[in-house]
């Protein structure tokens, strides 16, 4: 499998996590409650899965490849994929401080979670297709058939290093889990 189809599936499940994420909000919203541990499990999900890993593998592997083909890291597209990356991270942690005050009983925290969740939806939705459609076709198309093959053995190392053996498997199952409660 060539590193950009790698990334395409994952963005795949991210997706299905913005859409249980935006039906959380609709609960929230109404006045309803969410199971706590649900939103810990969305919170890991989020910093490990999305960040550590998929974000991981495009910024300390597929980013440089490109550069080294005269894709601009400043002020061209992998920049603004980079700051994206950033305003996530921002999105994430404050999404975290929410479900820490939702646990302590506050209702700001529900405002705190919703906001940052909407906003972090917005965000990685764009992000994806930039990606998606622009992207992953440039990498397609100007990286050869030997790095795609080497960045698909740097994204299984780095799974196996930042996450752990097994842990991708859990996401999954989370994803499963997840959009039966929500999305079903």
């Known amino acids: 499998m060539a590193g950009t189809e790698d990334l395409k599936a994952e963005h795949e499940g991210i997706r299905l996590m913005l859409q249980v994420l935006n039906k959380i909000c609709e ?47 400043g002020d061209g597209l992998i920049g603004v994929l980079l700051t994206e990356h950033e305003e996530g991270r921002g999105f994430v942690k404050r999404m975290a401080e929410g479900v820490e005050k939702i646990k302590g009983g506050g209702s700001f925290g529900f405002f705190l979670f919703k906001d940052n969740s909407r906003k972090y939806t917005e965000l990685l939705s764009r992000h994806i297709e930039k990606e998606n459609d622009i992207l992953f076709p440039m990498a397609d198309k100007g990286l050869s058939r030997e790095i795609q093959d080497w960045l698909q053995k740097s994204f299984d190392a780095l799974e196996k290093e930042r996450i752990g053996i097994g842990k991708h498997e859990e996401f999954h199952s989370l994803l499963s889990e997840l959009r039966k409660i929500y999305l079903d």
């Open 27 to 73: 609960i929230l919203g109404s006045g309803k409650a969410v199971d706590s541990i649900h939103l810990d499990r969305i919170i890991e999900f989020l910093t490990v899965f999305v960040d550590r890993c998929h974000h991981g593998k495009e910024e300390d592997f597929l980013f440089p490849e490109l550069e080294k083909q005269g894709i601009s890291k």
